[in-house]
């Protein structure tokens, strides 16, 4: 039981470029986010998904795409990244059931992966 | 989410109790009380969570006061891996409803 991996753990991008970052969890959980950190603060949410086929808007989700085609993936596209996209980017996972929740366990995080633009 | 206030760091020796507390003082009736840390750069972690009872799990107690406008973290006998960022935050148990992450308090543990 892997949980949630990201790849690639690290990335030097030059402006203009693009990239993905992947994201896969195994815990069959049905909410997936991704949030961005830069340098002593705390995390932003970029885009989150409550299941296959449904993605929605976080807090910075300019400069980014999303595409939630099974359980399991979770994609983030940076379309001509810019210096301010220099940043670790985190992928979460967690299981809600409509008719039990509350998340008992709380999200779980990936561990990062570090982005610079230059 | 409410917003919550935390200390921006503090400092507690290897094994002893680290107590953190966290105000919320406009929590809503149906907002838990969750906390999360992270460790150097990794992802973040969750610790506990609660409503208005006390919690206690295997890595922390939570202690909620009787008005719920504030709580504290309670390691009961912290370690130098306990060194964190930790992150009080308060979020209703709906669907929708996510982590909103504030600053944290920057707990160090001192040998």
């Known amino acids: 039981n892997a949980g949630v991996t990201q790849t690639p753990k690290f990335r030097i991008l030059k402006i203009g470029q693009s990239m993905t970052l992947q994201c896969a969890q195994d815990?069959?959980?049905?909410?997936m986010y991704w949030y961005r950190q830069d340098p002593g603060m705390g995390l932003k949410l970029i885009y989150y998904s409550v299941g296959a086929g449904i993605t929605d808007k976080g807090e910075v989700p300019n400069g980014y795409n999303v595409s939630r085609s099974t359980t399991e993936d979770f994609p983030l596209r940076l379309e001509l990244a810019a210096p301010s996209q220099t940043s670790v980017y985190f992928c979460?996972?967690?299981?809600?059931?409509w008719g039990t929740g509350p998340w008992s366990y709380g999200y779980t995080f990936g561990s990062g992966t570090r982005l610079t633009v230059v | 989410d409410a917003k919550t206030t935390q200390p921006p760091s503090m400092d507690c020796a290897e094994g002893r109790a680290a107590n953190l507390p966290c105000n919320h003082s406009?929590?809503?009736?149906?907002?838990?009380v969750y906390w999360y840390r992270q460790i150097h750069s990794q992802g973040p972690q969750y610790i506990i969570h609660g409503l208005k009872n006390n919690e206690t799990n295997e890595m922390a107690s939570l202690i909620i006061t009787e008005d719920r406008k504030s709580s504290t973290l309670i390691l009961p006998h912290a370690t130098l891996r306990d060194t964190a960022v930790y992150y009080c935050?308060?979020?209703?148990?709906?669907?929708?409803?996510?982590?909103?992450f504030g600053t944290g308090t920057r707990l160090t543990i001192i040998p």
């Open positions: 406009t929590i809503s009736g149906n907002e838990y």
């Open positions: 935050i308060v979020r209703a148990n709906f669907g929708n409803e996510k982590l909103t």
């Open positions: 979460a996972s967690s299981y809600y059931s």
């Open positions: 815990m069959n959980h049905n909410y």
